[in-house]
């Protein structure tokens, strides 16, 4: 069973700087598609950065685009995703989720399209 560990949520300033990490274990699958995720609360969950281990575009939500950015460490089989210049709109459980690669095909991540997730870390904006 695949497993997925995220972590590095904080809370931090507006215009702060944070690094999230997703520890990918026990995954059987050689090309997977991984994503990031966040929900505020009273909204849904959405989309916010996503890669194909196969290689291909990388996938940035339209309000992220220029300050995050998505890489893996493939040695050590972790994501990560650094948020800079952030904003109080960006405070949120951010989740990681591994699946397939066909998950990666979609033109947006798709929450349903993943099945194994990680348990959120916090991430708080503030002024």
Known sequence: QVQVADSG???VQVGGSLRLSCAASKVPWRVYCAAWFRQAPG???EGVARL???GGNIYYADS????FTISRDDAENTFYLQMN???AE???MYYCALDRAAACATSTPIPVDYTNW???TQVTVSS
Request: hydrophobic share 20%; proline share 0%.
């Open 52 to 54: 194909s281990t196969g």
């Open 90 to 92: 960006d405070t949120a």
């Open 9 to 11: 949520g904080d809370a």
């Open 43 to 45: 909204k849904e969950r």
């Open 85 to 87: 210049n952030l904003q």
């Open 64 to 67: 992220v685009k220029g300050r």
């Open 118 to 120: 990680g348990q959120g």
